[in-house]
């Protein structure tokens, strides 16, 4: 049954910062068919176009048994196609080229070189990092889907942003700062790196109105402004938070805690990645991602983890999302599989009434844990432990003794008591949460709770997964 917004939170009108594509219905299968024809019309050129690669796609084709551009003859025989690229091939590809050519933008580089004016990459935390490419006509397109997001975000043009985000060469980083500066915004780029003193210190000497910044850092400064700054993170002025990087971003108990402690809103986004983006509206919980790139990328093209058929794309729709870019030009995302498990949602947003489709981010295919049968994400544990607020801090560690997928039981949980929460009260928290993720999850973790501080802190991207060393 279809639900209808609260009368309150109708404002979308034709001018709406989500409105950007001329698809005039309220109808699902109607709004998805235009979206599809839109794809089918570009994905024939960008299939022509990466055909001509004869180092890496047109080999992936040929594999798949396609003999020529003409063979694929509808967007369902596009989705037919395995998955040409993922983080492995990815890696592999570019030390191929490095080898080959002597460069590192792989083999799957679809334009000159010396056409590729801009880099970012993964933070290579599992690995080699893995590079994302630029031609002009790329990051010209990024800065474009990038400054709708922050339109969003009610991002002004000529006023101060400080971006907390890793620098370096994360697509959060420059690309953002870029973006940001392209908009005609001014940011502040202290970048993460900075840490927690500089930030606060150049926050309060800048006075932005707006933040960037993953939820852990945006923790970290709730938690030493008062010893940093002599004052709370609410008297720096900030009144809007944009988060990315991590789980987190879009749960009821981080949007209230960011309420409570800075007075500001919450938008939490993902993009930059091969045209990619996505933002949650400005209601004041949230409910899914706004896809915000259409037009420029096929970013949920969903399959089956296991079987690894294409799924119907539809509302409640649970997959792996496999990413097509459908103009990029410089070592594009064609067939890629992203490894993130959407989860979508067609229709009218119970928060902004705005009608279109929305992602949750279920969680990673290559953090999926198995635990006596049981398949679970870190992201469902964290959300649940974020339920304890304050009690528990939020911050969490799975403590594993030998690497996923396979879990012996019981599933160790390392998190936090919250600040003052008297050691008393340890044991019955432990409990509870025992509880709750049994109820929610069907499985029971062995919580150990810890003093407040006890686990450490990072301004960028917080894996929750820890794995013991052999």
Known sequence: MPYAAPTAFRHVTDASPLRYLDIDTRDPAEYLAALDALRWKKLQRQIR??????????????????GSPEDIRSLADFRRLPAFLDKTRHRDSQEASL???????????TARPEAAIHLAATSGTTGTPTFYVFSRKDLEITCKVLGRMFRVAGIRPGETTFHAFGLSLWLAGITYVQALEAYGARPVAVGAEGGVPKILRYIVLTRPRVLFATPSMANQLIERAPGEI?????????????????????QPAFRARIREHFGAQTFDMTGGAWHNGTITCDSEDAHG???????YCFRYDLVDPETRQPLEIRDGAVGEAI????EYEAAPAFRNATGDILRLHVGECPGCGHFGVRMEIVGRADDMLMVKGVKVYPAAIQKIVHQFLPKLSGELRIRLDAPPPKVAPPLKLAVEAGEGVPEAEWPALGKALEQRVRELLSLRPA??????????????KTKLIEVAQP
């Not at 991602?289 to 037009?295: G, I, N, P, Q, T």
């Open 230 to 250: 002599g004052k709370p993170v609410g008297a720096l002025g900030i009144e809007t938070l944009v988060v990315c990087g991590e789980p987190g971003g879009s």
């Open 447 to 460: 919580v150990a709770v810890l003093p407040f501080g006890g686990l450490p802190r990072s301004g960028a």
């Open 99 to 109: 080898g080959r050519y002597g460069h590192p933008l792989g083999l799957h580089l």
């Open 323 to 326: 990413h097509t870019g459908l």
């Open 289 to 295: 991602m706004h896809y915000m790139a259409e037009d």
């Open 49 to 66: 176009y990466v055909w001509r690669n004869e180092d890496y796609y047109r080999c992936r084709f040929i594999e798949a048994g396609i």
